[in-house]
């Protein structure tokens, strides 16, 4: 190894999608010494161990962070505190311990409580993923041109902040701090609204009685398709995300009901100039999003269909 690692031990506790496409970009990099990898189930655990993707390998959460530089949760979100409250006695003093929860408040009141003096908590969020999980689901590449938001709090140690802002990046990310409560409602919005818009489309779209299943299969290209990539994810970490970013998430869906009913009262009305009006501002937001950067303009995102 060439490079300096920036950790000689990192912890990885949970190695499913996120996990595991940590392993593989900082043993790509070089960016750690060692890894030691930690998940809930045997199974799990057996499939990292074939592929490779640590150097230790620990039944429990609290073995594989015993002499770690840095821990990061990589379980779902609903787990930090039972994880935060079972590393803790074994955490080294001066150990980074982060996560890459899709909801920040909640992961901080979780886990922080339970950190030792001397351990410095920062919370993360890699803004990028996609709709398979588990240890086989990972690519170095996830993070690259992608955003990771750190949310410190005002107490945060600054070379901690420094070194963790330096891993993100060596990962490939850009990196950019925010408030954790703002955090949650940003990503209500861009993320998990969405999110739960597709489970809804695609369970209406299962339970009608007049369209049959095979059509709703058979005319899917008609916009339903990208619905399911989407309504494919995880649902424990769906639940969790839902359930531990509730505020946030019942706010913008409670804008969002409000503006559906407006354009279906548009529509009810044949107020066309409304709708167009509608339809013509968003129109710019996939450009935009283009030029930023963050998407290519290709069909479909430029993604592969689910199971390709
Ligand atoms: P994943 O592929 O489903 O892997 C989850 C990992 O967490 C597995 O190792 C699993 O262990 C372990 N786990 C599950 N429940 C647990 C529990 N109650 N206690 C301890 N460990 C548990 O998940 P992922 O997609 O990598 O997501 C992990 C985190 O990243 C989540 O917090 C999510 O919000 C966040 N995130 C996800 C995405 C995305 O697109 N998927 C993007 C950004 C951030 P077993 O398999 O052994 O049960």
């Known amino acids: ?23 593989h970009v900082v043993r790509r990099e070089g960016l750690v010494g060692s890894i030691s990898v930690s998940s809930r189930s045997e199974k799990t655990l057996t499939r990292a161990k074939e592929l490779g993707l640590g150097d230790e390998y620990a039944a429990s959460a609290a073995d594989a962070v015993k002499d770690a530089d840095c821990v990061i949760h ?15 006695p074994e955490l080294k003093p001066g150990a980074i311990v982060t996560d ?10 979780q886990m922080k409580p339970h950190m030792p003096k001397g351990v410095h908590f920062i919370a993360g969020h890699p803004v ?5 999980s588990g240890p086989d689901a990972g690519f170095a590449s996830l993070f690259e041109n992608r955003w ?36 949650d409602l940003v990503l209500a919005v861009t993320s998990h609204i969405p999110q739960l818009i597709s489970y809804n489309i695609v369970d209406t779209a299962a339970n009608l009685e007049t369209v049959t299943q095979s059509e709703v299969m058979k005319y899917s290209a008609g916009g339903f398709r990208d619905f399911t990539r989407l309504a494919a994810s995880d649902p424990t970490m769906w639940r969790d995300v839902c359930l531990h970013n509730k505020s946030a998430v019942l706010e913008i869906l409670g804008r969002f ?7 279906q009262r548009a529509i009810r009305w044949g107020d066309g100039d409304a709708l167009f009006e509608i339809f013509t501002r968003t129109r710019h937001i996939r450009k935009d999003i283009i030029a930023v950067g963050q998407e290519i303009d290709a069909p479909n995102f430029g993604r592969d269909e689910p199971g390709e």
Not at 74 to 88: F, H, K, L, S, T
Not at 160 to 168: G, N, S
């Open 100 to 109: 890459v929860g899709s909801v920040k408040a909640s992961v901080i009141a």
């Open 1 to 23: 190894m060439s490079k300096k690692p920036i950790f000689e031990k990192l912890a990885l506790i949970g190695i499913g999608l996120i996990g595991s496409s940590i392993s």
């Open 148 to 183: 990771t938001i750190l949310t410190p709090e005002d107490d945060v140690d600054r070379d901690a902040l420094a070194t963790l802002t330096k891993f993100w990046q060596a990962c490939g990310a850009n990196v950019e701090t925010m408030d954790a409560t703002h955090h």
């Open 257 to 263: 009901s409000e503006d559906l009913t407006a354009m």
């Open 128 to 132: 990028a993923g996609t709709e398979y």
């Open 74 to 88: 990589c379980a779902p979100v609903g787990a930090g505190a039972a994880i935060a409250e079972a590393i803790a």
